[in-house]
């Protein structure tokens, strides 16, 4: 869709502002950091050659689906104590460089790996009934931060948590326990998990197996590094604006954020109030796309009545829907041309292999993605309650927090909270300024959700880019804030979506698609995670040549 006059140089404007933006902030952020330095993950030692990315693994076991783990598992074909060696020694070696895990518990998991091997070598069960009461027996986990994980911390980033230690677990992680799987421990996230690079004065910034100058997305950004490299094999996430989906594609493997309501949120901070408990979905993450599903059960719980999981898929019959961009917003960046590519192959594999018709189609409010997800998020819920104020949040029920003055702060190098938190609160302010404005492109959303139902149905799935640019630099996306608009769209309209990787980019780094079904039909985009892991390859192991 072509652009206005008026829509170019605004584009143009918003280019040089960002820029200039990224230059301040760059002399700023040197300034604060060697005012207050923080955590990060170590620098190579002295006098070895510079690291790009991440060495491959040289452990098999590391390399297996947590599927296929759990079934030698069971049939004492591995020991569990084995497989859980294996990723404490793969973390061992891999976090220096990453910053992913940011508190382990190896001594705890080890003790539930003897447990286990205890469990099977005195012969309670056969293998069937094994499989049924305990999925994934042994298999080893990790958990973002965010989530209480009995004995670890739970900061989501801020530090006036820092030293909070949680006492229970959260449902979801209670679930995996119970079917059986081992947690390793818990995984980077953003400040208060509302921003797409996984960076706080807690714990430091995570940086990305691929290229260690790139980020790993967020606010699940640990999680995804973790699997992306090979340190765990399943994981949990959550994703309120795409914060499983984007550290899936810059890590370059599966993320699934089902429909609103199928998993539940319980034993998370900050857990969503009002109408963001519509948007914000807990949902799987993980290297290959058969243990999407199982995990899937396994979270929901009794809520997996809602899907049609135990529905055959025959893709051959399903109506496929493609979309290359958004339409042209003037705040995002414009596709890259090999993520367009990436998806034109999915389109043209399709097509060869099923006989199928790939409409290509144009919805343009997905062009207001951004502030469609901006009015929506700020907005009352049926009772009439506002939204919870991401200033009370940073504040943790103690002193509130002023934006402005934690903005001056920030560059004395003496405030307690990162930059793009700061950010938020003060477009929180702001878009409060437009009530008007804000009503009318709720209308929109809601619109938006009609007409996308309407072209999904229960038999229809949209391919659409999970992201406009491969994994920026750190700190670039200060430069282009709102590009995380290509997931965060989904997060209001109540969808199923299911990233999936697509191979690398000519400089090594993952490339990626969403594919999004309508409402309860989970079972659609599970079945394309598969299918596409089949033609495409899936996860690539970093530091393959």
Same mark, same amino acid.
């Given at each position: 869709?072509?652009?206005?006059?008026?829509?170019?140089? *605004?584009v143009?404007?918003? =280019?040089?502002?960002?820029?200039?933006?990224?230059?301040? *902030?760059?002399?700023? &952020?040197?300034?604060?950091?060697?005012?207050?330095?923080?955590?990060?993950?170590?620098?190579? !030692?002295?006098? %070895?050659?510079?690291? =790009?990315?991440?060495?491959?693994p040289g452990?098999?076991?590391?390399?297996?689906?947590?599927?296929?783990?759990?079934?030698? $598992? +069971?049939?004492?074909?591995?020991?569990?104590?084995?497989?859980?060696?294996?990723?404490i020694?793969? $973390?061992?070696?891999?976090?220096?460089?990453?910053?992913?895990?940011?508190?382990?518990?190896?001594?705890?998991?080890?003790?539930?790996?003897?447990?286990?091997?205890?469990?099977?070598?005195?012969?309670?069960?056969?293998?069937?009934? *094994?499989?049924?009461?305990?999925?994934?027996?042994?298999?080893?986990?990790?958990?973002?931060?965010?989530?209480?994980?009995? &004995?670890?911390?739970?900061?989501?980033?801020?530090?006036? +948590?820092?030293?909070? /230690?949680?006492?229970?677990?959260?449902?979801?992680?209670?679930r995996?326990?119970?079917?059986?799987?081992?947690?390793?421990?818990?995984?980077?996230?953003?400040?208060l998990?509302?921003?797409?690079?996984?960076?706080n004065?807690?714990?430091?910034?995570?940086?990305n197996?691929?290229?260690?100058?790139?980020?790993?997305?967020?606010?699940?950004?640990?999680?995804?590094?973790?699997?992306?490299?090979?340190?765990?094999?399943?994981?949990?996430?959550?994703?309120?604006?795409?914060?499983?989906?984007?550290?899936?594609?810059?890590?370059?493997?599966?993320?699934?954020?089902?429909?609103?309501?199928?998993?539940?949120?319980?034993?998370?901070? !900050?857990?969503?109030?009002?109408?963001?408990?519509?948007?914000?979905?807990?949902?799987?993450?993980?290297?290959?796309?058969?243990?999407?599903? !199982?995990?899937?059960?396994?979270?929901?719980?009794?809520?997996?009545?809602?899907?049609?999981?135990?529905?055959?898929?025959?893709l051959?019959?399903?109506?496929? @829907?493609?979309?290359?961009?958004?339409?042209?917003?003037?705040?995002?960046?414009?596709?890259?041309?090999?993520?367009l590519?990436?998806?034109?192959?999915?389109?043209? +594999?399709?097509?060869?292999?099923?006989?199928?018709?790939?409409?290509?189609?144009?919805?343009?409010?997905?062009? @207001?993605?951004?502030?469609?997800?901006? %009015?929506?998020?700020?907005? =009352?819920?049926?009772?009439?309650?506002?939204?919870?104020?991401?200033?009370?949040?940073?504040?943790?029920?103690?002193?509130?927090?002023?934006?402005?003055?934690?903005?001056?702060k920030?560059?004395?190098? /003496?405030?307690l909270?990162?930059? !793009?938190?700061?950010?938020?609160?003060?477009?929180?302010?702001?878009?409060?300024?437009?009530?008007?404005?804000n009503?009318?492109?709720?209308?929109?959303?809601h619109?938006?959700?009609?007409?996308?139902?309407?072209?999904?149905?229960?038999?229809?799935?949209l391919? @659409?880019?999970?992201?406009?640019?491969?994994?920026?630099?750190?700190?670039?996306?200060?430069?282009?804030?709102?590009?995380?608009?290509?997931?965060?769209?989904?997060?209001?309209?109540? *969808?199923?979506?299911?990233?999936?990787?697509?191979?690398?980019?000519?400089?090594?780094?993952?490339?990626?698609?969403?594919?999004?079904?309508?409402?309860?039909?989970?079972?659609l985009?599970?079945?394309?995670?598969?299918?596409?892991?089949?033609?495409?390859?899936?996860?690539?192991?970093?530091?393959?040549?």
């Amino acid at each position: 869709m072509a652009l206005s006059r008026a829509e170019r140089c *605004l584009v143009l404007l918003l =280019r040089l502002l960002s820029r200039a933006f990224l230059v301040l *902030l760059s002399l700023a &952020g040197r300034a604060s950091a060697a005012l207050a330095p923080g955590p990060c993950a170590l620098p190579p !030692p002295v006098g %070895a050659p510079p690291v =790009r990315c991440v060495p491959p693994p040289g452990q098999p076991l590391v390399l297996l689906s947590a599927g296929q783990l759990a079934r030698r $598992i +069971r049939r004492r074909e591995v020991k569990c104590i084995d497989v859980v060696q294996a990723y404490i020694k793969r $973390i061992e070696e891999i976090n220096p460089f990453v910053n992913a895990v940011v508190k382990d518990r190896f001594d705890a998991a080890l003790q539930e790996a003897h447990h286990v091997d205890k469990l099977l070598s005195e012969g309670h069960g056969d293998e069937d009934s *094994l499989q049924e009461k305990f999925p994934f027996l042994g298999v080893p986990f990790t958990v973002k931060e965010a989530f209480a994980l009995h &004995g670890m911390p739970n900061t989501s980033g801020l530090v006036s +948590r820092r030293n909070l /230690i949680s006492t229970s677990d959260a449902l979801v992680v209670s679930r995996l326990k119970q079917a059986g799987a081992i947690p390793l421990g818990v995984t980077n996230c953003s400040e208060l998990c509302m921003w797409y690079e996984s960076s706080n004065n807690v714990y430091g910034r995570t940086n990305n197996p691929y290229d260690l100058q790139r980020i790993v997305g967020g606010s699940s950004g640990g999680e995804g590094c973790v699997l992306g490299a090979a340190c765990s094999v399943i994981g949990v996430g959550s994703d309120i604006g795409g914060s499983i989906r984007m550290p899936a594609f810059f890590n370059g493997i599966f993320g699934h954020k089902p429909t609103t309501g199928v998993v539940p949120n319980d034993g998370q901070f !900050p857990n969503a109030l009002g109408v963001r408990t519509e948007f914000l979905c807990t949902g799987p993450m993980c290297r290959y796309a058969e243990d999407l599903e !199982p995990m899937l059960r396994v979270m929901a719980g009794p809520g997996v009545r809602k899907l049609k999981l135990d529905e055959k898929v025959s893709l051959e019959k399903v109506k496929f @829907y493609c979309m290359e961009h958004d339409g042209g917003s003037v705040f995002v960046s414009p596709v890259d041309r090999e993520i367009l590519q990436a998806q034109r192959k999915v389109v043209e +594999r399709l097509e060869a292999q099923f006989g199928v018709q790939v409409q290509h189609v144009t919805i343009h409010k997905m062009k @207001y993605a951004f502030q469609i997800w901006s %009015a929506m998020m700020s907005s =009352r819920d049926s009772d009439g309650q506002e939204a919870q104020l991401f200033t009370d949040l940073l504040g943790d029920h103690g002193k509130p927090v002023w934006p402005l003055w934690e903005l001056m702060k920030w560059f004395l190098g /003496i405030s307690l909270h990162t930059i !793009p938190a700061i950010a938020l609160a003060l477009t929180e302010k702001l878009m409060k300024l437009n009530p008007g404005g804000n009503a009318k492109l709720v209308s929109m959303g809601h619109s938006l959700r009609t007409e996308m139902m309407n072209l999904l149905g229960t038999d229809g799935m949209l391919l @659409y880019p999970s992201h406009p640019i491969v994994a920026p630099k750190h700190h670039s996306p200060l430069g282009m804030p709102f590009n995380f608009a290509y997931t965060a769209v989904f997060n209001v309209l109540g *969808l199923p979506v299911t990233q999936c990787p697509l191979g690398l980019s000519s400089e090594g780094l993952p490339l990626g698609i969403q594919v999004v079904a309508g409402p309860h039909n989970d079972h659609l985009t599970l079945a394309m995670a598969r299918y596409l892991e089949k033609a495409f390859g899936g996860w690539v192991c970093p530091g393959k040549s």
